[in-house]
């Protein structure tokens, strides 16, 4: 699902895309979801803008990244995906697994 689909999704239970906010649920949600779906990704809570500035959806405060080595790369990549073990930005418009936050 596109990110901005997988969004609606989730705002469509009462939720939304996962905001993590420390380490320890960065592993969770890793050993979970992220290490699972290492040649696809799963959409997370972040966005960014052209700027390359990043916030979560929900309005939380960005207080941790993962980011992996050399990621954020493009100004055109605004949505978020736990890939591989770390984040990476992407177009919005692919299609990747989601994680909810209710």
Known sequence: MAGDDAMAQCESNQ???VAINDFAENEFLLETF???YSEYGVYIGARQDESEKTWWINGDPWQFE???PGEP???TEMCVVMFRGGWV???CDQSFPFICEI
């Open 89 to 91: 930005d992407s177009h």
């Open 66 to 68: 993962s980011w992996s």
């Open 15 to 17: 939720g939304y895309l």
């Open 34 to 36: 992220g290490r699972n």
């Open 73 to 75: 790369n493009y100004p």
